[in-house]
């Protein structure tokens, strides 16, 4: 059967999960278009396919609908014919080497620049503080390229979990200008979690003074990276 009915009680609750309250509640999410929708069933963290393609086969629980009822579900003007419900995955890594830390980091496309760089340099952890992006907007999603599906992520209070990353062996370096080191001053260790400050005001003062160090990049004229870009070369210096 295809649902062509905006009225119809699965679609509008399926419409609700574009609200990141709702999101939050059900502990889930919707993913957009083959790539992602790929990356989520191979994650084997899709739980609902929603097509307008009859032929479309799975294993999941597939809903079939018209494009009137694709486009009030999809996030995008023209969307592709297929879209998934995915259960969020937010979880600790018990044994890591290399941690990712936002703090209020806000522009999705950061965010998703952040986590592909740290998934492709072998990271073991991404830690959201509570007042960063919501990574399960649309275009955090889209921006992550499907690495939120490879990343393990969590979210908390930075002033809680960092004092616990210290108690596992982490040596904890902060990203700012005020008593830093330069990157190649920075000595590598086995374990180490790095933290990434808000793009306009950077981090905050009293998460830097849970920091065991700080460094900076030196550059030239310009008076500062993009976070995305800085994090890049943090994480490439430090990888594993």
Wanted: charged content about 25%; glycine content about 6%; some cysteine.
């Amino acid at each position: 059967m295809i649902i062509t009915s905006l009225s119809n009680k699965t679609i509008k609750e399926l419409v609700k999960l574009k609200t990141k309250k709702e999101r939050d509640r059900q502990g889930q999410y919707l993913v957009d278009g083959y790539h992602m929708v790929n990356e989520a069933i191979e994650a084997g963290c899709a739980k609902m396919i929603i097509t307008t393609d009859e032929h479309y086969q799975s294993d999941l629980n597939v809903l079939y609908v018209n494009q009137t009822v694709m486009e009030k579900l999809s996030f995008t003007k023209t969307p592709q014919p297929i879209m998934a419900v995915v259960e969020k995955q937010e979880r600790k890594v018990e044994k890591a080497n290399r941690v990712l830390i936002f703090d209020g980091v806000q522009d999705p496309g950061n965010v998703g620049t952040m986590m592909r760089s740290a998934c492709a340099f072998n990271f073991d952890q991404v830690i959201f503080s509570n007042d960063s992006c919501d990574l399960y907007n649309d275009k955090t999603l889209r921006a992550t390229q499907g690495a939120i599906f490879k990343m393990p992520v969590v979210r908390g209070d930075l002033k809680e979990m960092i004092p616990e990353l210290k108690e596992q062996g982490f040596t904890v370096v902060g990203s700012a200008l005020r008593n830093a080191k330069e990157i190649t001053e920075i000595k590598t260790h086995e374990k180490m979690a790095f933290i990434m400050g808000n793009e306009g005001q950077g981090m905050k003062e009293e998460i830097l003074d849970l920091c065991d160090e700080a460094l900076y990049i030196p550059i030239g004229p310009m008076e500062s990276l993009n976070v995305g870009v800085a994090a890049g070369i943090i994480m490439y210096t430090f990888r594993k």
